[in-house]
């Protein structure tokens, strides 16, 4: 736990949720109100939301963090259903 650059403050953990059910770790300043992330979390959030394509058999997959198919409620065996727009590919629980 750190104190706040601007006013030295101890920091409170908090968390912040993204999307339903998906949370970040966040340091608040009770006094001025201003929110950092460790570098830690912030690494954690890249990962969760960024994921390299890999083949298997002769397809591409995509895994889904564990953290956002549980917000979903995205078992292994659920049917998802996907959209493709332009450079986007919109996957959703059927
Ligand atoms: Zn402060």
Do not use: Y
């Not at 736990?1 to 608040?28: H, I, S, W, Y």
């Amino acid at each position: 736990m750190t104190n706040c650059p601007f006013c030295n403050t101890r920091l409170k953990e908090d968390r912040r949720e993204l999307l339903k059910g998906v949370f970040a770790k966040v340091e608040v300043c009770p006094k001025c109100e201003e929110e950092w992330v460790s570098g830690e979390e912030h690494d954690r959030m890249m990962n969760l939301f960024k994921r390299k394509a890999f083949l298997t058999g002769g397809s591409l997959a995509v895994r889904l963090p564990r953290e956002i198919a549980q917000a979903l409620k995205i078992k292994d065996g659920s049917e998802l259903s996907f959209k493709v727009a332009k450079n986007k590919v919109i996957i959703e629980p059927s």
